[in-house]
């Protein structure tokens, strides 16, 4: 059985996890049960800042464990009607919307979802009505998460979904069609593997 996180303990999993993240560079926000939905989540930017420049982020990660949502939504839950192990729950809604995505185009854009899904390591997009939701469900023995695996998996999302939302908003704000989608989406990736 996962071992329960306290809302009291001393040391919530995920704050430890967001001072273990700020040694490696990594900035983020911890948001405690009480102050959120019941259950604690930690907010992650993917942003690829420019140093120097102060901008706000865009691509923000939610983090919380599944099993701490579950006890949150139900009350006095059955420990038998949990994971026997521990499950980081990772998404991120894209700050834009697809409302002006005409109908005709809808099952292009679904085309465009799944390649970018098949091409990006782990996770997948989805379309929640009208907003991009990246998500990845990562288990674990327990809440003690491996720091070195999580940062590299962020580096990787942050680098994939750089590339891959500015394709997703051209989509929706033009006319473009789905082989111009992914020759843009070609040369966001390319363009960045020639410049290292």
């Not at 604690?40 to 865009?58: C, H, R, W, Y």
């Not at 939701?133 to 590299?152: D, F, R």
Request: hydrophobic letters at 40%; a negative charge.
């Amino acid at each position: 059985m996962a071992k329960p996180s306290k809302t009291h303990a001393k040391h919530p999993p995920l704050q430890i996890l967001k001072q273990k993240l700020q040694t490696e560079g990594y900035g983020s926000e911890f948001v405690s049960g009480e102050e959120g939905d019941g259950f604690d989540t930690l907010l992650i930017p993917l942003d690829e800042f420019e140093e120097g420049k102060d901008s706000e982020a865009q691509y923000v990660l939610q983090a919380f464990f599944v099993e701490d949502m579950m006890r949150a939504e139900v009350e006095a839950l059955p420990e038998d009607e949990l994971p026997n192990f521990a499950m980081l729950q990772l998404m991120a809604e894209m700050p834009f919307s697809w409302e002006n995505v005409a109908k005709e185009r809808f099952a292009e854009g679904m085309a465009l979802l799944n390649v970018c899904s098949q091409k990006i390591p782990f996770g997948q997009f989805n379309l929640d009505g009208e907003t991009i939701v990246y998500t990845y469900s990562y288990p674990s023995e327990n809440q003690k998460l491996n720091v070195s695996l999580i940062t590299s998996m962020l580096d990787m999302m942050s680098f994939f979904i750089n590339r891959m939302a500015p394709v997703f908003e051209q989509f929706s704000l033009s006319d473009m069609n789905l082989e111009q989608a992914f020759d843009a989406l070609e040369a966001h990736i390319l363009e960045e593997e020639s410049a290292e």
